[in-house]
């Protein structure tokens, strides 16, 4: 091997690692400085450049893709060196054009991708994940997608979501709370309230575990599995086609507590509503609110549960009748 092909290893695979660092969640100032000497001589940044273009084609590809390059390109080593390092690759069907090493494609390709994503207030969101995985996004909610070699990873932290995951050996793993759902070929919708989560599975099934459960419990299409701290885990069956409604402007509730019901309502209503009086929180409610018509449930909700709804210019506050709610 010549001198200058040795070179021009060390240069991209330090591309490459600077790549990865520059995406880490937070990158201090001191490891931009570094970057900005090292990236000020014309070669390294011209490096840099490539790794940038060979990444974004790279997002772009297909599964199928995917899955020729991991099998094409050769693990990455560490302590000892690759008895065929840094071997020029193409796809046959043209999807990278690119010529680069198998240390620097399998580096992108095993990586750790971090993205967060986040809708507004009222407003649905769909994303797609680094995988091809498909998420909408409910109001006000918010996910954390992590994904290595070994695990894809999300965490919702807020709200609700629907995955249509994308097929890959890759195990898939959703965690809100200390709730974990592994997805085993799936379509599913995720509500989160408070502690309490409510898992729906549209199509194929999941294996549910959380704290208080005895063992992991599976539920399929058309089953719900609804996680409350101190109960454990409670499965029941539900409609799939009434899986993730939210995305038709329909909130769908089962027997469920009025705080809980508040909470998902005020991810869609501009002016939140309030429960005054802590007693009024356990109430059960079975019904559909149409998020395009909060105000007018909120006027009906008096015939259906003994309270009072007072609505304020700025907020809507619900106590018991008789009671003079505070301000």
């Known amino acids: 091997m010549s001198p200058i092909t040795t070179i021009e290893e060390a240069r991209m695979r330090a591309a490459a690692d600077w790549w990865l660092r520059l995406r880490e969640p937070e990158v201090s100032e001191a490891t931009l400085l570094q970057w900005i000497a090292w990236s000020a001589r014309e070669e390294n940044l011209s490096a840099f450049e490539r790794v940038g273009v060979l990444a974004d084609e790279m997002e772009h590809l297909d599964d199928a893709s995917r899955d020729v390059l991991r099998r094409t390109l050769p693990a990455k080593k560490s302590a000892k060196k690759s008895a065929r390092p840094w071997l020029p690759f193409a796809l046959a069907a043209g999807f990278v054009a690119a010529a680069a090493g198998g240390y620097l494609a399998w580096t992108l390709l095993t990586a750790t991708v971090a993205h967060d994503y986040a809708s507004e207030l009222a407003q649905r969101q769909d994303v797609r994940l680094p995988d091809g995985t498909k ?70 099934k999941v294996l549910v575990s959380a704290p208080g459960a005895v063992g992991v419990q599976e539920a399929t299409a058309g089953q719900r599995i609804v996680y409350v701290p101190g109960a454990g885990l409670q499965i029941s069956q539900a409609d799939p086609a009434r899986t993730a409604a939210w995305r038709e402007h329909r909130l769908e509730f089962d027997n469920e507590p009025l705080d809980v019901v508040v909470a998902s309502l005020n991810r869609y209503s501009k002016r939140p509503v309030r429960i005054a009086d802590a007693k009024l929180a356990t109430l059960a409610f079975t019904g559909t609110i149409r998020t395009d018509a909060i105000d007018r449930w909120l006027e009906a909700l008096p015939q259906v549960l003994p309270l009072r709804v007072d609505m304020r210019p700025t907020e809507v506050v619900l106590s018991s009748p008789g009671s003079t709610a505070r301000q």
């Open 135 to 204: 998420v909408a996004l409910g109001g006000a909610s918010r996910i954390a997608a992590r994904f290595d070699g070994n695990l894809r990873k999300v965490e919702l932290s807020e709200g609700e979501a629907f995955f249509q995951i994308a097929p890959d050996d890759t195990p898939f793993e959703v965690r809100v709370g200390q709730v974990h759902i592994r997805d085993i070929g799936t379509s599913f919708d995720v509500r989160r309230g408070g502690e309490r989560v409510m898992v729906d599975v549209a199509e194929g």
